[in-house]
């Protein structure tokens, strides 16, 4: 034994306390509380009763981004881009050293704007605030939009200033990251040890990068806190078949931690950038932006079947969602899709018949309720339908996305369960599932089993009966991943 977690509560079991006795990444023993001696080597841990569950699993994190995105400038309280350039001119002010780096601000939402903003808006910010010149970046809240002045597009290559979509604005995105590089690992520490105080155990990593050589060194550097699904992206494919790697290959050199995860892939735009690609219009015209034309995506699946890649597709739109549950179908691929935000009543079954997993992010729901009353508000009974998903007997992933929502997935069970997460009404609360499938969808393995992996969230509280804020905010009180202390709060 190398661990004992003394007199944790289990959902599913007895209500008396039992031990949990840990044997390197696996639970050896659980036995009712005091039976189990600890031996001279083992650390032990005294839990009083409090509860047990399998650890979390965030299925969709760009961890990198995520890592930085706490350091950057939230102007996500912007009406107007007049007030997000009067934020940026406010922190570029109060600068003590003159920076070269580009300035990074992140989080606005154009979409509840009346007007479209202009590079020459943040030129006149960086003007007022003594640093002409300066390089801005303004990085949208669902990740699919920039906004940059004159200099920045310069900078980054950038077509123009102003208003960048798409794949122009992931060009800029990443060009940002790598000159914010230095410093990295530590910023990663920090975002580790934050996701494994909040009972987080595994991720899957969707950063735009090596995902898998990424990961096997920061395993070397120390930054092994969590389990690790490292996806990858069309333009390391050819990388990462070279180095024998497919689905659910175990990185070497990792201690098992990281594994090869899904293709990822992208059949549709975003919401807020009216960019979903959906059966009927939006408001303003247009059904959004399909990035494959007719056949290519099942090819491109067909080839990463082929390959041994299961694929991890982005289609948050309900024309989308058809098109990728078609393409799922014709090539024969394994997999899920990623968002599911709007789904034709037909297509609901077929996540089940076809066996694709449905990785939704349920804190987007709360924060895309404004914006999808009134770009869908003739379709809004459909947006984010986990209920009718899990009633179709689809099965859902819980993830957060971050940086487009915080790694935390209290706050994914908690929105997906009440709908709210403030005084207002419950929104669509007909797609609201139970907390055991909000449970279930966020764990990392399906209980805490001998013989199971020792990944293990001891709560406060129990979940079942917890109110809405007691949800959101759940205390956790140690964390073990992968059988060891990730984080523990006496
Ligand atoms: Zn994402």
Redesign the pocket.
């Known amino acids: 034994m190398t661990l004992l977690v003394r007199g944790v509560r289990l959902l599913d079991g007895p209500d008396a306390p039992v031990d949990l006795a840990i044997e390197g990444d696996r639970i050896a023993r659980i036995a009712p509380s005091g039976e189990l001696s600890p031996g001279a080597d083992a650390q032990v841990v005294e839990l009083e009763g409090r509860w047990a569950t399998p650890g979390y699993a965030d299925h ?3 961890f990198t981004m995520w890592a930085k995105h706490l350091s950057r400038l939230d102007v996500s309280a912007a009406r107007e881009p007049e007030d997000a350039a009067e934020a940026i001119r406010v922190a570029l002010a109060s600068e003590h050293v003159v920076e070269h780096t580009a300035f990074v601000a992140r989080g606005f939402q154009d979409a509840l704007w009346s007007h479209e903003p202009t590079g020459a808006l943040l030129d006149g910010a960086a003007l007022a605030a003594g640093q002409d010149g300066r390089a801005i970046v303004v990085v949208s809240h669902d ?1 699919h939009t920039v906004w940059l002045n004159e200099a920045a597009a310069q900078r980054f290559g950038a077509p123009r200033a102003g208003v960048l979509r798409e794949d122009a604005a992931f060009a800029v995105e990443q060009a940002v990251d790598r000159e914010a590089g230095e410093g990295e690992d530590e910023l990663v520490g920090a975002a580790l040890a934050a996701a494994a105080a909040r009972g987080v155990t595994a991720i899957t990593d ?1 950063e735009m990068a090596d995902n898998p050589s990424v990961w096997a060194g920061r395993i070397r550097r120390g930054l092994d806190a969590v389990r690790v699904t490292a996806n990858v992206y069309p333009e390391h494919l050819a990388l990462s078949v070279a180095r024998r790697e497919r689905t659910g290959t175990v990185v070497p050199d990792t201690e098992g931690l990281v594994t090869v995860g899904s293709l990822k892939l992208f059949a549709d735009g975003a919401l807020n950038s009216r960019t979903a690609l959906c059966h009927e219009p939006y408001p303003g015209g247009g059904r959004g932006h399909a990035v494959y034309g007719e056949g290519e995506l099942e090819a491109v699946m067909a080839d990463a079947h082929a390959k041994g890649f299961s694929v991890a597709l ?1 289609a948050i739109g309900d024309l989308a969602v058809q098109r990728a549950l078609d393409a799922f179908e014709a090539s024969g691929a394994r997999g899920t899709v ?2 599911a935000q709007l789904v034709a009543p037909g297509d609901l079954p077929r996540f089940a018949e076809l066996g694709v997993g449905a990785s939704v ?1 349920p804190e987007h729901a709360l924060d895309d309720r404004d914006v999808t009353d009134s770009l869908w508000a003739d379709r809004k009974s459909r947006a984010f339908p986990y209920g009718a998903l899990a009633d179709a007997g689809a099965a859902l992933q819980f ?1 957060s ?1 971050a940086p ?1 929502a915080p790694l935390d997935p209290w706050f994914a069970i908690s929105a997906a369960v009440h709908r709210t997460r403030d005084l207002r009404e419950p929104w669509e609360p007909a797609n609201a599932v139970s907390i055991e499938q909000a449970l279930a969808a966020s764990w990392g393995s399906p209980a805490l089993v001998e013989g199971g992996p020792a990944d293990i969230a001891v709560l406060d509280d129990d979940p079942r009966t917890a109110d809405m804020p007691t949800l959101r905010g759940m205390y956790v009180a140690l964390t073990v991943s992968a059988g060891r202390v990730t984080h523990r709060t006496y």
């Open positions: 969709h994190v760009h990740l969707l982005h990623e968002h992010h993830g996305d487009v």
